[in-house]
């Protein structure tokens, strides 16, 4: 008999029943009364999350949705822009601008690590006439398990007038991300990653330094326009038909993320990315980032050569039915990725740690049978004092 699938991919996130149960509801009128009440509620409980009191804008799209409408809205034809990359994530948001028109310089670092503060502070005291028009960064690369240190890298900036546009589709509500405190101008989330909801909505966090920005604009855009956005917001309206059911599944997402807490949560996807990282130390495989920038919403794992990530994964999907994410681009075959954000329980972590040695052992990994399990649960116990 074939088990309940376990979903264990940096996105889509698997889906809480009471989200589920919230979106099997008959559908209603986007222009009428009880939509504005979910649209405004949903509107706060974002804020909430993003920690800004200032604008949030929801897209109909997938978080590249939200990537190109930030690229839309804030930065022109002709705008030099600063690009940090350290993976895929980080080169999508490259190219989208550049497909907009944007004089595009990158900055890469390596895949695994961490961008650099003191680069991006040297880069930028470079640009003494302020040319450089917006800096653009992922806040969690999925494709590599590194998270970047938004805080500080914003700090580097100092007082240069760039936008600062952070790609946050799967930080946010994984790590950190503080919009208001932190000054940061543009912030880009979805609904599925942390935010336990079906693909399908983007959400645009900006400031009033951005919206200034905007009202400049030059870039064309129809569909991504944050005016026509902010007009049709006073009226408890989005400006084209929405996905109604996706409303009501974030509408119970939020009131779920609200009881537990954004501190709680946070707390528990680094329990998560500890748990994972230890288990599969034990089992003698090597991670592919260190750990002080390891990613709590994703685990990249790097394999031997001689047994290959997809087989690993293979192996996962038909015997247990697991589903761990590839490698991207270079990294194929190279790595796996284990996702641990969202509606993830350790139960689920647990069992999968279990199948993975298994699996293992099959493909001729030597390994301690049940060394990553122990440890596991050694971190279970730990955090709830018992150790």
Same mark, same amino acid.
């Given at each position: 008999?074939k088990?309940?699938?376990y ?8 889906i ?5 149960r ?6 209603i ?16 409980g974002v ?5 800004t009191?200032?604008?949030v804008?929801?897209?109909?799209s997938?978080?590249? &949705?939200?990537?190109?409408a930030?690229?839309?809205n804030f ?7 600063l690009?940090?990359?350290? &993976? ?7 190219q989208?601008?550049s497909?907009?028109g944007a ?18 502070k040297d *880069?930028?005291?470079q640009?003494?006439?302020g ?15 590194a998270?970047n ?7 580097a900036?100092g ?8 790609d946050a589709v799967?930080g946010?509500?994984t790590i950190?991300?503080r919009?208001?405190e932190?000054n940061?101008?543009v912030a880009?989330s979805?609904?599925?990653k942390?935010f ?9 966090a900006f ?5 200034k920005?905007?009202?400049q604009?030059?870039?064309h855009?129809?569909?991504w326009?944050v005016?026509?956005?902010l ?12 996905p109604?059911?996706?409303?009501? #599944?974030?509408?119970e997402a939020?009131?779920?993320?609200l009881?537990e #807490?954004l501190d709680?949560i946070?707390?528990?996807?680094a329990?998560? *990315? ?5 288990s599969?130390?034990?089992m003698g495989l ?11 919403a994703?685990t ?7 047994? &290959?990530a997809n087989? @690993? ?14 490698g991207q ?5 190279q @790595?796996?990725?284990l996702?641990?954000? #969202?509606?993830i ?5 647990l069992a999968?740690?279990a ?6 052992s099959q493909? #001729? ?5 049940g060394s &990553? ?5 050694e971190?279970?116990?730990?955090k709830?004092g018992?150790?």
């Amino acid at each position: 008999m074939k088990s309940d699938q376990y979903l264990l991919l940096p996105g889509p996130t698997p889906i809480p029943h009471r989200v589920l149960r919230a979106m099997d509801r008959p559908m209603i009128n986007h222009r009428g009364p009880e939509f504005k009440s979910i649209f405004e509620e949903v509107i706060d409980g974002v804020k909430k999350i993003y920690r800004t009191k200032e604008y949030v804008q929801i897209y109909p799209s997938s978080g590249s &949705g939200g990537m190109e409408a930030a690229v839309a809205n804030f930065i022109s034809p002709g705008d030099k822009v600063l690009s940090i990359s350290a &993976g895929v994530f980080g080169d999508r948001f490259a190219q989208i601008a550049s497909r907009f028109g944007a004089q595009v310089e990158k900055m890469d670092f390596t895949w695994g690590t961490a961008v650099d503060p003191q680069k991006v502070k040297d *880069r930028i005291e470079q640009d003494k006439n302020g040319e450089i028009k917006a800096v653009l960064i992922t806040h969690n690369e999925t494709s590599t398990g590194a998270f970047n240190d938004i805080k500080n890298v914003r700090k580097a900036m100092g007082d240069h007038p760039a936008l600062f546009i952070v790609d946050a589709v799967s930080g946010l509500a994984t790590i950190d991300l503080r919009m208001d405190e932190w000054n940061l101008d543009v912030a880009v989330s979805c609904s599925q990653k942390a935010f336990m909801v079906p693909p399908g909505l983007s959400f645009m966090a900006f400031n009033e330094k951005a919206l200034k920005v905007q009202q400049q604009n030059r870039n064309h855009k129809f569909y991504w326009d944050v005016a026509l956005g902010l007009q049709y917001m006073e009226k408890g309206q989005t400006p084209f038909t929405p996905p109604v059911a996706l409303y009501f #599944g974030l509408q119970e997402a939020l009131r779920m993320m609200l009881e537990e #807490g954004l501190d709680n949560i946070l707390v528990r996807h680094a329990n998560y *990315r500890d748990m994972v990282r230890t288990s599969i130390k034990a089992m003698g495989l090597e991670l592919f980032t260190a750990d002080d920038v390891a990613s709590s919403a994703v685990t990249a794992v790097r394999v031997p050569e001689e047994i &290959g990530a997809n087989r @690993i994964r293979k192996c996962m999907l038909d015997e247990f039915n697991i589903v761990l994410a590839g490698g991207q681009q270079r990294l194929d075959n190279q @790595i796996f990725r284990l996702g641990h954000l #969202g509606y993830i329980k350790e139960l689920d972590l647990l069992a999968v740690i279990a199948a993975l040695e298994i699996t293992l052992s099959q493909l #001729g990994h030597s390994l301690e049978m049940g060394s &990553g399990v122990k440890k596991a649960q050694e971190r279970i116990l730990a955090k709830k004092g018992l150790s």
